[in-house]
């Protein structure tokens, strides 16, 4: 809009480098050519180039219809397992209609500093990297079953997480 063309030319804050790629003014005046597509630098090049090989590879799984299939068949995936397990693991969301399909938190039949070894044994042995229930969380773990995931993979995890519950409960 004009007026905030007019203050991108007519405020600088001090002490608040800004990095050229945020830049939308060049020598006090608006840089117009970002908004038609001129090319700010090399990195800029680079995420357009990731993001035309983003949107290629999820419309080779079908666009997002098939993105969201494959995200629903890793969640199947735990929750198969958990309901064959469920003496030990379960859902932090109870009610599937408010479970994610992306980041699906389960709650174990361990303390807060048990789950916490038994994180570091999925990661010693290089299974899962970052399961750790979010920080906010109640004590829990968290799989990420996006559509960036696998199934095999999903499948593959599920009895290095009995694993390691056995180990820490033993």
């Given amino acids: 809009s004009p007026r905030a063309v007019e203050r991108l030319e007519s405020y600088t804050p001090e002490n608040r480098p800004l990095p050229k790629i945020f830049r939308l003014t060049k020598k006090g005046k608006l840089d117009a050519g970002i908004f038609k597509g ?3 630098n090399t990195p800029s090049m680079i995420c357009v180039e990731d993001y035309i090989d983003a949107l290629a590879w999820a419309d080779s799984c079908g666009g997002v219809s098939g993105l969201v299939d494959i995200s629903m068949s890793n ?3 735990v929750e198969d397992f958990v309901a064959e ?5 379960g859902f932090l969301a109870k009610d599937p209609s408010i479970r994610s399909s ?3 938190c389960l709650t174990l039949d361990l303390s807060a500093d048990e789950i ?3 994180v570091a044994l999925l990661e010693k042995e290089e299974v899962a990297l970052d399961i750790g229930g979010y920080r906010d969380a109640p004590p ?5 079953c996006g559509s960036t995931v696998e199934t095999k993979d999903v499948e593959a995890l599920m009895p290095w997480l ?3 519950y056995e180990e820490v409960k033993s």
């Fill in 38 to 40: 001129a090319t700010i």
């Fill in 75 to 77: 969640l199947k995936v």
């Fill in 85 to 89: 397990n469920s003496d030990w693991i």
């Fill in 102 to 104: 992306t980041s699906v």
């Fill in 116 to 118: 916490k070894e038994f």
């Fill in 140 to 144: 829990s773990i968290r799989i990420w």
């Fill in 162 to 164: 009995k694993w390691a």
